[in-house]
């Protein structure tokens, strides 16, 4: 399954939220990402369409 991107945002996250937190469970470096240009929005638009960077648990809903 890949990741939901939308659904992510939907519950309240930020496109840096969820990249931290693909970067803490998958080991990404989202940094190095940045350092050669893309942006959050264009990480997280190719990650979404990978089926290799699922979340390894679903995203739940922020505390309020």
Same mark, same amino acid.
């Given at each position: 399954?890949?990741? #939901?991107?939308? =659904? *992510? @945002?939907?519950? +309240?996250?930020? &496109?840096?939220? %969820? !990249?931290? /937190? $693909?970067?803490?469970?998958?080991?990404? #470096?989202?940094? =190095? *990402? @940045?350092?050669? +240009?893309?942006? &959050?929005?264009? %990480? !997280?638009? /190719? $990650?979404?369409?990978?089926?290799?960077?699922?979340?390894? =648990?679903?995203?739940e809903?922020?505390?309020?």
């Open positions: 399954m890949a990741l #939901n991107v939308q =659904a *992510a @945002r939907d519950l +309240g996250y930020s &496109d840096q939220e %969820i !990249l931290d /937190y $693909l970067q803490s469970t998958r080991g990404i #470096n989202i940094d =190095a *990402a @940045r350092e050669i +240009g893309y942006d &959050d929005s264009s %990480i !997280l638009g /190719y $990650l979404s369409e990978r089926e290799d960077f699922a979340p390894a =648990a679903p995203i809903e922020p505390e309020t």
